[in-house]
């Protein structure tokens, strides 16, 4: 079974696509990073380095499952042929840990796209020539904002995921914070993209943040101030991640697709 967190009436559960190498050195990608930021970084999540001391990532969506149906919360690299194949591992796993975990891609009714990366949206739509959505009943959710700004994020997804949605009714736009039917709540957390979004999981005084590529590194959580080279706005990126990591609860638990633990407790 994939790993799984347990809040009041929510499993969230970790789904594995793959792991594979960062495409450029770690160094260029936070150039403002200290020796011993990165020493401290090392000691927190060591599964990030490999041994030519090169970052390694894993690639990874969750699933939210309560009584009122299951939220997936990004979408992976992909198949082979997916818009990810240029740097990313794939094919990705993500329809094995889904069933490794008991989901049927049909019965998600929800898909929160963080954002338009081709490492979070692989499994969106498949097919090639004959895209369909992957998950046939679940309504896709972006923010507006994020679509707006695809041109310059990645233009070739408008007709790979954004046209084939749209032609089966499934893509919902979303305008900052949205609550969703199971209780979860969608929030706007721009910076990596304009449209950036992170999904909130409560339960009393527990709470879990999906965060997609608010948090790629342990070094932002340990220097939330760090700007990442990837970002298209540094300084918002940066005020999102202080929100999150700010945010009161007797526990945080940190959900991310990209180091190691798929579960950091706050």
């Keep these: 079974m994939p790993p799984s967190l347990q809040i009041g009436p929510y499993t969230v559960t970790a789904l594995t696509d793959g792991e594979g190498p960062f495409f450029s050195p770690r160094s260029q990608a936070f150039p403002e990073a200290t020796d011993a930021q990165w020493a401290a970084a090392d000691r927190f999540d060591p599964g990030a380095l490999d041994a030519e001391g090169g970052w390694r990532l894993q690639f990874r969506a969750y699933a939210v499952r309560s009584e009122r149906g299951v939220t997936l919360v990004d979408a992976g690299i992909g198949p082979a042929d997916s818009p990810a194949a240029s740097w990313a591992p794939v094919p990705g796993a993500l329809p094995a840990s889904m069933a490794a975990a008991g989901i049927d891609p049909a019965e998600v009714d929800t898909v929160v796209l963080t954002h338009l990366h081709t490492d979070h949206v692989g499994w969106a739509v498949v097919g090639g020539e004959q895209a369909r959505p992957f998950f046939p009943n679940a309504a896709y959710l972006l923010q507006q904002a994020e679509l707006d700004a695809i041109e310059e994020i990645n233009p070739h997804l408008r007709s790979s995921v954004i046209a084939p949605l749209r032609a089966t009714g499934q893509l919902r736009l979303l305008d900052g914070d949205t609550p969703l039917g199971g209780g979860e709540r969608v929030v706007a957390t721009p910076g990596h ?27 932002q959580v340990l220097h939330p101030e760090l700007a990442y080279a990837h970002e298209m706005d540094a300084g918002q990126a940066r005020g999102s991640r202080e929100q999150v990591l700010r945010m009161g609860a007797d526990t945080l638990y940190l959900a991310t697709p990209h180091l190691t633990d798929p579960f950091i407790a706050r």
């Design 193 to 219: 993209t304009p449209g950036h979004q992170s999904v909130l999981v409560a339960s009393g005084r527990e709470l879990v943040a999906v965060t997609g590529d608010l948090l790629v590194h342990a070094i």
